[in-house]
């Protein structure tokens, strides 16, 4: 057992830790992949569990990848076990079961671009204004219906019929209708169908049940309530689950990511062994004290504390930009400096609240020719080129896919215009049978035009070929003849332009995707590929190799780290962001992100925000966030942080010490006789310095002007923030900004 000497007394204690429920509470960057890839070898190795009998789960491609090769370190390569994300795991059950759910095996899966598609055809289909009922808004309440396993049925019956709910309902049941017939189901329903899976049929639930005697969930803070139900349903017959998690890392609550799962697992699963790994191995100590004299003030969490035998190392920098463009400049001058020390450039990222913030650190870093690269922007598999071809590909798969033969049906130009798309869907509709099938009917294409018949009955012969042939064929060699026999790399070729060079280059770079995974399964299949591909999570786009400063925001940073991290908007109403203030523990979930963001860094961590900033063509002056006046003053230096003077003693101190100071007397918090706006509320400080035109008010008080304090009847105190023509603009300390009748509003001066 001496591969387990390198593990501290907690993280030992866990991996020996056989029968029974084990909450494992893993702070950042405690090790905890580490522990649970050696609790599964001495499970293996010393307890003499079969590998087939662990189930171990997680939340990306990259996790899962890593966990497996530790364990193959440790054990041996060419285990039998399941060692997959959440939605790989799903979909491997529903390939052998699906049928009992009316799918085929050769179901296929839609990505969120397919999503839009789909959703999109039903908006125009049914006659709803795409504008109030955005394809983006439509699908985010289908996929949190499906992540709490509300049916379209369900949906209604809980939220009424009226005009809105009514719309969403029949959009709802329509997409559901597509994916049934086109035999595909999007991501929520990898996990949905199984859970129904599991709950409808007892001899399939108790074969996996039986299978999986070990179950371990990784990152258990992030499960919603469809991947709790189907962790639950298999452990409920052994009760050897082990989770692994941080309640102050559960940063996903808007997607569906519920803490209570990890908050109240000792509820659920009696007798539940704790174990706290508390010891950082990532982080310098001041960032961690920092860290924590943010994440402590939240209540909802499970009391620990990280700490490290590293040194403390330097303390946070905090700057004060006068605006978005000086921040920007100001983290591109840190950068180029530092870089002379020998760090590489990748050994750099920018974590950012909102993708929108990317933009003036890209030219920053642009004009003093420092290499980058974005996260999060056009993935390689959105191109419309990879698109197209993988469209080509589904359809080989499977050819009732719909969406696909949509996409590509006129790629290259066949002649097929949307007027004759839809004729062909009627027909379809009519015959009850899918596009592709319709299309093998001569009478059918033979009343195309003619411009397009014969290129139609060409494309479909090469598909069906293909489809035939697909368990006998590479995916390369069927990749190849799909490019040169559908015409579409002849098209590209003729057009003769850049952008089509460009297109052609990412093509081939596509065959050399295919090749890399042959060369891993030599068996690969033509669907096996395609789920790879479809189950791709941003983070696996992540190369640590490429040397490059990162940018990205800080939901997709989780789970990785960087010898120096640079946060920038640190300010009210950007981070924490005003939506926020609408939940009741929207500002915890705000400060675990920032906690997610500190705890990235290794050696130093840069916090910054700008006086006045541009985002979304508004240009407003800002108040520092108030995560920064969280911050223990002794860990930072740099720019003046500043407080309130009747802030509690803890965050006392004067001016310039630890880079915090009290304000002056233009700051607008250290005068006690001027009025202070609401937590929630960016500090607007006056602009122009010859006052507007004065309002007349209401309530006899005189006039009143922009800065003044008012009382309204029923909102309470305010600043006046301007005032336009006929109507005053006021900060509430109760509500918030409002906009009042200049003349009519019940408000006075004070």
Known sequence: MDYL???????????????????ILAGAGSGKTSTMTHRIAYLIREEGVAPYQILAVTFTNKAAREMRERVESLIGEGINMWILTFHSACLRILRKYGERLGYTKDFIVYDPTDQKVVIKNCIKEQNVDEKKYTPSYVLSIISDCKEKGVSPKKYAEIN?????????????????????????????????????????????????????????????????????????????????????????QCIYQWRGADIKNILDFEKDFKNTKVIKLEQNYRSHGNILEAAHSVIEKNKGRKHKKLWTDKEKGEKL????????????????????????????????????????????FEEALSARELPYRVLGGTRYYDRKEIKDIMAYMRLVQNPADDLSLTRIINEPKRGIGEKTLEKLRTLASVRGESLFEALTDDETVDGLPAKGADSVREMISVLSSYSQEKDNLKVSDIYDGLLVKTGYIKSLEAQNTVEAEGRIENLLEFKSVIYDYEKDNPQLS????????????????????????????????????????????????????????????????????????MTRAMQKLYLTSAEVRTLYGKTEYTKESQFLRELNKKLVEGDGIYEKKS???????????????????????????????????????????????????????????QGDKVSHNKFGEGLVLSIEGSTITVAFDSVGVKKLARDLAPIKKI
């Open 5 to 23: 000497d390198k593990l501290n007394p907690q993280q030992r204690e866990a991996a020996v830790h056989k029968e029974g429920p084990l909450l």
């Open 160 to 248: 009424g019929m009226d005009f809105k709910n009514k719309i969403i309902y029949e959009l709802y049941a329509a997409y559901e209708a597509v994916l049934k017939k086109n035999n595909a189901m999007d991501f929520d329903d990898l996990i949905l169908r199984t859970v129904q899976l599991f709950e409808k049929d007892d001899e399939v639930l108790s074969y996996y049940q039986d299978k999986f005697r070990f179950i371990m969930v990784d990152e258990y803070q992030d499960t919603n309530f469809m991947q709790y139900r189907f962790v639950r349903l298999l452990a409920d017959a052994h009760h050897n689950i082990c989770v692994v998690g941080d309640d102050d």
């Open 317 to 360: 920098k905090y700057y004060r930009a006068d605006n978005e463009k000086d921040e920007a400049r100001y983290i591109a001058q840190e950068i180029d400096h530092i870089h002379t020390k020998d760090m590489r450039y990748s050994d750099f990222a920018i974590l950012y609240r909102t993708n929108a913030q990317s933009r003036t």
């Open 526 to 597: 033509l669907a096996e590929f395609m789920e790879k591909i479809a189950l791709m999570a941003e983070i696996d786009n992540h190369d640590a190799g490429e040397n490059a400063v990162v940018l990205m925001t800080m939901h997709s940073a989780k789970g990785l780290e960087f010898p120096v991290v640079f946060m920038p908007g640190m300010e009210d109403g950007l981070f924490p962001g005003w939506r926020a203030f609408d939940r009741p523990d929207g500002i915890e979930e705000e400060r675990r992100l920032c906690y997610v963001g």
């Open 647 to 705: 802030a509690p003693s803890d965050y006392s101190g004067s001016g310039g010490n630890g880079g915090w100071s009290q304000g002056g007397g233009n700051d607008g918090y250290s005068n006690t006789n001027i009025f202070r706006p609401f937590e929630q509320l960016k500090y607007i400080k006056q602009a122009q310095t010859t006052p507007p035109p004065a309002s007349k008010g209401s309530g006899g008080a005189g006039a009143i002007a």
